[in-house]
């Protein structure tokens, strides 16, 4: 007779952690217990069903209990709860919601994987039957079939996570007036400010009405109030604000808890007891670049760790490298994909770094639908170790991130970047691609070859009515240019130096930073020392500007908007 297996929870952690014990252990017992209705659903995918991407809520369920015991002899007990964690004895204590009795189960390894709840925070209102959350294929269920049967028109969505972003674009894309409130100044956190505004213009283009930098104060029968007053129309409201790991069984059994809040667990994801495993949302992770505890509510980590877990009740090691956060999103005409730290999270752990930002075509320029890649790498100062990096275009953005992720996982530099030998095709990328070209940038910054500043610098610049170069061709500058800019195009600059002064600052930029770039070199050449190129140049600025622009009504620092 085999060892006999319990896992708490059937979703990501939990059902692969029994996949992978099966195919170990043969002989093995293994039972798996599920709260709710399903096991095994994709719980990413939720959102999709509100659009009617996902018609049918029950393609959103992967695997059914008698698949399980039939492919894999894994029971999935459904509407059955792990109520208590006897240690003493090896046993949990079960309830069955089916029918309303407890009972006790015997374990020889016991596996925690009960993942996170949406957090409700106490306010007015909050628990009336038109607030919602999302966690399981039961509760989008109720959103979708509630919206529909009660003639719902306008949907408030609280926080600007993922799930709100994607429960936001999904019912955008049903035709519902859509808002969204964000508590911080800008939605997608793993996404620095600047990156953050080309989310903004995107949803701000699609219909959604969005509100950052203000917080959930009520919420009424068809409205919704801020903490700054504002009164939006609501006859549903869906909260998104974050998830708090589901601990109360761990701590209840006397399990250590780590500074995370979280369940704590060793390199294998052996909690203080060593006959209890803990994956998922609910545990404590350790983060590579930051070298602290911390907490990541990602699928792919949760499957990492129970196969982890699952190897290492039976001998075979592993090695435990840590986490750096990868992960991506689409957003209506948008893909968007970070990895590691942005500049935000390095500087507040004390580290010393720095940033490029360019946005190269994503494939070569006269190939159909070659759109701008907006790419922003992070390195550390001096070494050029390279810490993270976000991306968003139209293009494979998720490729070029999954790149930057494995520099990352193999401690690369801005120069194994730079000589790292990808594939090209003029249909896909181009020769010199996103992630090469960033390294060529970030190694030109960091040696001191020339000198830049960002665009979240440059309004400061025209109120102070610096010295700007636009160096466009003509007609790009009457479609629209900085307030105080001077056209001096890069085909007509060495005829007209005289133009040009040497005893002052000069900022150049040009429509994506390429040619703003050879101008600065060139009038370095030329002795120019305080020449600085406009990083992002005026694409760069303009989406940087444009959503406080429409939302604050404060005056432009441009005379037109060109997005193209």
């Known amino acids: 007779m085999g060892k006999k297996v319990l896992i708490v929870g059937g979703v990501a952690g939990g059902a692969s952690t029994a996949a992978r014990v099966r195919r170990l252990d043969e002989s093995a017992e293994i039972i798996m217990f599920e709260k709710g209705p399903h096991v095994s659903f994709s719980n990413c995918s939720l959102p999709y069903h509100l659009s009617g991407i996902v018609e049918d809520s029950e393609k959103l369920v992967i695997m059914r209990p008698d698949v399980f015991k039939s ?9 059955h709860e792990v109520v208590r964690i006897n240690r003493d004895a090896k046993t949990v204590t079960v309830k069955n919601w089916l029918t309303d009795t407890t009972y006790e189960e015997s374990y020889d390894t016991l596996v925690l994987s009960p993942g996170a709840a949406p957090i409700r925070p106490n306010l007015e209102g909050i628990d009336q039957s038109h607030v919602f959350t999302v966690r399981n294929v039961g509760d989008i269920e109720n959103i979708a079939s509630f919206v529909k049967q009660n003639g719902v028109k306008d949907i408030a969505v609280i926080g600007g996570g993922f ?5 936001a674009e999904n019912l955008r894309l049903a035709n519902y007036n859509v808002s969204l409130v964000e508590f911080a100044n800008q939605i997608m956190t793993p996404f620095d400010y600047d990156m953050a505004q080309i989310l903004h213009k995107e949803m701000l283009d699609h219909g959604v009405y969005l509100i950052v930098d203000d917080g959930l104060a009520k919420i009424g029968d068809e409205f919704i109030e801020t903490n700054k007053g504002k009164r939006i129309a609501a006859q549903a409201v869906v909260l998104a ?29 052996v909690t203080s007891d060593k006959n209890i495993y803990a994956v998922g949302d609910a545990i404590e992770v350790y983060h590579r670049l930051l070298h602290k505890p911390t907490r990541l509510a990602l699928a792919g980590p949760a499957q990492k760790q129970a ?16 986490v750096i956060g990868s992960s991506s999103i689409h957003l209506f005409d948008l893909n968007a994909a970070s990895t590691g730290l942005n500049v935000k999270t390095a500087e507040l752990a004390g580290l010393h770094v720095d940033s ?38 139209k293009g494979n953005v998720d490729k070029r991130i999954d790149v930057i992720a494995t520099m990352i996982m193999m401690n690369g530099t801005l120069d194994d970047l ?18 090469n070209h960033a390294a060529l940038v970030g190694l030109n910054i960091l040696h001191g070859v020339y000198k830049e500043v960002k665009v979240s610098e440059v309004r400061k610049l025209v109120e102070n009515n610096a010295f700007i170069i636009d160096a466009r061709e003509r007609n790009e500058y009457n479609g629209g240019h900085l307030l105080n800019a001077i056209n001096i195009p890069l085909s007509e600059f060495r005829d007209r130096l005289g133009e040009i002064p040497k005893d002052k600052s000069v900022y150049i930029h040009c429509r ?14 030329l002795g120019y020392e305080n020449v600085y190129n406009i990083s992002g140049s005026y694409l760069g600025i303009n989406l940087f500007e444009y959503f406080n622009d429409i939302v604050t009504g404060r005056d432009k620092i441009v005379t037109e908007y060109n997005f193209k």
């Open 418 to 435: 730079k000589d790292l030998e990808l594939t090209y095709s003029p249909m896909l990328g181009t020769a010199k691609d996103v992630v």
């Open 307 to 322: 196969r982890a877990a699952a190897d290492h009740m039976y001998g075979i090691p592993n090695r435990n490298q840590g």
């Open 356 to 393: 490029v930002y360019l946005m190269p075509g994503d494939k070569v320029g006269l190939m159909p639908n070659s759109n701008p890649m907006h790419f922003k790498l992070v390195f550390e100062i001096p070494t050029g170790r390279i810490l993270g990096a976000q991306a968003i275009g």
């Open 163 to 167: 799930i709100g972003v994607e429960v």
């Open 512 to 525: 994506s930073g390429q040619r703003s770039y050879n101008m600065v070199m060139a009038l370095q050449h």
């Open 71 to 79: 492919r894999y002899n894994i029971e999935a007990r459904v509407h």
């Open 241 to 269: 604000i974050g998830v708090r790991p589901e601990t109360s069984l761990a701590k209840d059994a006397g399990l250590e808890i780590g500074e995370t809040g979280a369940i704590k667990v060793d390199s294998n994801y």
